[in-house]
């Protein structure tokens, strides 16, 4: 059981998200997974006009790590990031202690941070 | 005519990281190479990759270079997979051959690399003998290391005729021909790539606004421009603007989106200038000191008032003036001008003509942040080997006597034009083609069937590929085994990429080669002397002693990777611009020509214009009540380059089949659902692809995926992977602008109904 202050997380800010799913496609590759699963999904959130005929968009990405994520703790141990934290495209992702991620969504907002472990 | 070429004063001074890392080390059982990504497979980048291979040499993993300054460890999906593009069981192996009367079948005979040397020698100087060299097209695709070496094979054959069977050359290429001809040299976003420091370089500014006209770079990764800096501009604080009809994830987070009517950018732009212009927004000092035809240009503007060009583009004043008082309002612009310009009109050259000239007027030019002019690392840009042949056979390149402004651009021969000679033999007999990183029948140009027609009226079409594709299956007699970049040693070369770098090999598959090293083997039989070298090394030393890197090796430049020249703005003002050390640009008159005596020169317009495109829902009604939709097409995808990796498993998981975007109104009035497989149809042709009913297409239009085939489907013709089924360019016909440059294959007319069981 990891201690609570000991947490690691991965902490994306999703505003900047394009949906490239180079995540989907690093975490496969890394861990060599079946062509239907995943360590981590992309999820598409529109798009849809806010209000019709205004050019105000809800159209946002939001990458959500699966049960088959391990933080990639291999690489970590190497003195690496988590492959999908260093081959983000727009490098919105980070990785790291929970208490840290959780204080640096203080500065801004559409930002997630998910436990890992 | 051959062009001049960017100088910045023969300054051959470069920098590198001075990280001393190795080329490559060892990391538990596997080795790390560090490595240059292009290509194949195809790319517009050449990221920064550190390639993994096993104990026996396979390539089992592909990452981003952390340490690179250009994309900082990150890296797009088709890099990732490319373990399964370089491994992959349908790789071509081995060279291959087929009699004549088999094209189409799937009865090929493996041959050695020294047969298909000579007996594609044989062949080639027996069409040499009886039609002439220039009989011999050498056509290349998109896929970028490639120029360098495929011209100097053309011409070191005798053939003034590379080429590129895509409609007008309407890719790039009128962006490039308009940039040099109106301002002397090629200008890119500056987004801070040409130092190491990158945008913590104190002499880089961010660009207040960056325009994205007409197309989306975080997809497309225009040449040597990695797509998501665009990201990290915005997030630093650049404002976008985004001109297009489609609501890209850059447009739904720009200042100001305009969603204008597909084929109407020249409208917009004229309208643009004009306000400007009548305004008093522009940069006078900039337009007094360097630019040429002001007055002309001022004159000609006030044709297109806004209002009206407002009307044209479907789209409210407000949103045209708005643009451009932020053009000119803004410490400095950046323009990424996509592919949109170069198809959505017949006429693609006055409508970046009249973008060339707004950068020009507000003064963005050669400043922090606006644009940028890249430097050749290698003197190749427009053609390694041009003297060998003379003036009078360069004069037979097809299609450069009826389009004199063809030769502004590249020599490429006139792809239109070579498709027509290939069947009639007008101006002059085309017997075999020689085809590398390219898939003309399920990708690049309208007319397929006129197409395939044309290949099979050839004596011989050799195909060199990384697999086999539905134009090797369709048209070749020999087929020649490609290798990825993983698989062979090289520069990167072209397009004015902004650091020197090599690639480096760490695996073999069969008997694959490099393109560079085939067009050495070839060159070796055909002209020994235009190839004077043994080894790829010894022709790369060679190009380096030529490039404005003079000073290194190709072992040096492998190590020291990548290298950096020193980055100065204004060069105009510095005399570092022109090979006569004159301050200026480098045009005839030293200033950037705001009136063209290039066109002029070429009896075309000198001033930009703006005319409807073919056809026009304004001029033609009646067609436009039978096909009620515009059609788009082109646009790129994350999973996949043009025609390839459709066979990689990873790649087609996330991307399965061709689509074609239809806004939901439109959706619900034809009766279509997502997911259902349509039939996009018009006066040319048809085509199926699956409806992904969103709001991301305006009303007016659909967008399809270009360049689709099924790799699991039978080959052998009549089939051909399924590409007559699913190919969009069905429905585009090969007609090319005044110029000779553009096409319309972003605002043909379709109408679209599903697909009935059995079809």
């Known amino acids: 059981m990891v201690n609570s202050m000991g947490r690691k997380g991965l902490f994306i800010d999703y505003e900047y998200c394009t949906g490239c799913k180079t995540c989907v496609v690093a975490c496969r590759m890394e861990h060599n997974l079946p062509q239907d699963q995943f360590g981590i999904v992309v999820s598409e959130v529109g798009p849809w006009e806010i209000v019709p005929g205004d050019n105000h968009w809800q159209y946002s990405y939001v990458p959500i790590p699966t049960d088959q994520c391990c933080g990639c703790a291999e690489r970590r141990e190497m003195g690496k990031l988590p492959i999908c934290v260093q081959s983000c495209q727009a490098n919105v992702m980070k990785f790291g202690d929970i208490d840290e991620l959780a204080a640096s969504m203080q500065e801004k907002t559409k930002v997630v941070c998910y436990t890992i472990e | ?759």
Not at chain 2, 54 to 76: F, H, T
Not at chain 2, 598 to 621: F, M, R, T
């Open chain 2, 1 to 759: 005519m051959e062009l001049a070429r960017d100088v910045i004063n023969g300054d051959t001074e470069w920098t590198a990281l001075g990280t001393d890392r190795p080329v490559s080390w060892k990391e538990g059982n596997l080795t790390v190479t560090r490595t240059t990504a292009r290509t194949g497979p195809g790319c517009h980048n050449g990221c920064f990759v550190l390639l993994y291979t096993d104990e026996n040499g396979k390539l089992v993993k592909v990452e981003g270079d952390p340490e690179s300054p250009y994309n900082e460890g990150r890296i797009c999906a088709r890099c990732l997979a490319l373990p399964e593009v370089v491994n992959h069981p349908d790789r071509l192996m081995y060279p291959m051959k087929r009699a004549k009367e088999d094209r189409g079948k799937d009865k090929w005979q493996r041959i050695t690399w020294d047969e298909a040397l000579d007996e594609i020698t044989e062949k080639f100087n027996e069409i040499k003998e009886k039609w002439g060299a220039k009989s011999v097209q050498f056509l290349q695709g998109t896929g970028r290391d490639i120029s360098t070496y495929i011209l100097r094979l053309a011409w070191s054959f005798g053939s003034p005729n590379p080429g590129y069977l895509l409609a007008g050359s309407s890719c790039y290429l009128p962006r490039i021909a308009s940039l040099y001809s109106e301002t002397g040299s090629f200008w890119i976003a500056d987004c801070g790539q040409a130092t190491p420091e990158r945008y913590d370089d104190p002499n880089y500014q961010i660009p207040e606004y960056m325009f994205i006209w007409g197309n989306n770079p975080l997809q497309a990764n225009a040449d040597g421009f990695f797509g998501h800096w665009v990201v990290d501009l915005m997030r630093r604080g650049t404002k976008l603007i985004t001109i297009d009809p489609r609501m890209t994830w850059l447009a739904s987070r720009s200042d100001l989106h305009i969603r204008l009517r597909s084929g109407t950018d020249g409208a917009l732009a004229l309208g643009m200038l004009n306000v400007i212009i009548n305004e008093d927004l522009y940069d006078h000092d900039f337009v007094d000191k360097w630019c040429y035809g002001f007055d002309q240009l001022k004159e000609r503007v006030q044709e297109y008032p806004p209002d009206k060009m407002a009307e044209v583009c479907w789209i409210p004043e407000e949103q045209l003036v708005e643009a451009a008082r932020k053009f000119a309002a803004g410490n400095n612009t950046a323009v990424q001008m996509g592919l949109a310009l170069d198809m959505s009109n017949a006429e693609a050259i006055p409508a970046i003509q009249a973008i060339v000239n707004m950068i020009a007027i507000t003064g963005n030019y050669d400043v922090p942040g606006g644009m940028l002019m890249p430097y050749y690392i290698l003197n190749t840009g427009f053609g390694w080997g041009y003297d060998l042949l003379t003036p009078e056979e360069h004069a037979q390149r097809i299609g450069v006597e009826k389009y004199p402004f063809v030769a502004n651009g590249y020599n490429f021969s006139q792809p239109d034009m070579v498709l027509e000679a290939m069947r009639t033999d007008d101006p002059y007999p085309v017997r075999a083609t020689w085809i590398q990183t390219s898939n003309p029948l399920a990708c690049t140009t309208g007319e397929p069937e006129n197409q395939l027609k044309s290949f099979l009226n050839m004596e011989c079409n050799v195909v060199v590929d990384l697999f086999m594709t539905p134009t090797a299956m369709a048209v070749a007699d020999y087929v020649l085994p490609a290798s990825t970049f993983a698989e062979r040693d090289g520069l990167r070369t072209c397009d004015g990429c902004q650091y020197g770098a090599t690639i480096n090999k760490v695996t073999q598959i069969g008997e694959a080669k490099g393109d560079p090293e085939i067009e050495l083997m070839f060159g070796h039989r055909w002209n020994p002397e235009a190839w004077p070298w043994e080894t790829v090394d010894e022709m790369h030393n060679a190009l380096l002693a030529d490039s404005f890197m003079g000073n290194i090796t190709v072992d040096e430049l492998r190590q020291e990777a990548p290298i950096f020249k020193k980055q100065t703005y204004k060069k105009y003002e510095k005399g570092l611009i022109r090979s006569d050390g004159q301050p200026g640009f480098n045009t005839q008159t030293g200033r950037i020509e705001l009136y063209s005596l290039a066109l002029q020169a070429c009896g075309l317009d000198p001033l930009p214009y703006y005319e409807e495109p073919v056809p026009s829902p304004i001029n033609d009604p009646e067609l436009f009540e039978k096909y009620p939709l515009i059609l788009g097409t082109g646009a790129r995808d994350y999973m996949s380059f043009h025609s390839e990796h459709r066979q990689i498993p990873t790649l087609r998981n996330l991307k399965k089949d061709p689509e074609v975007e239809i806004n939901p109104k439109t959706a619900e009035k034809y009766g279509i659902e997502n997911g259902d497989w349509v039939w996009l149809e018009n006066q040319y042709g048809k085509c199926q692809h699956k409806a992904k009913v969103t709001p991301v297409v305006a009303e007016h239009m659909v967008m399809a995926d270009h360049g689709w085939w099924f790799p699991e489907e039978d080959g052998e013709s009549p089939n051909n992977y399924g590409i007559w089924r699913i190919n969009v360019n069905n429905l585009l016909p090969n007609i090319p602008g005044k110029s000779g440059f553009g096409t319309n294959f972003k605002s043909q007319f379709c109408k679209i109904y599903k697909v009935k069981d059995g079809e």
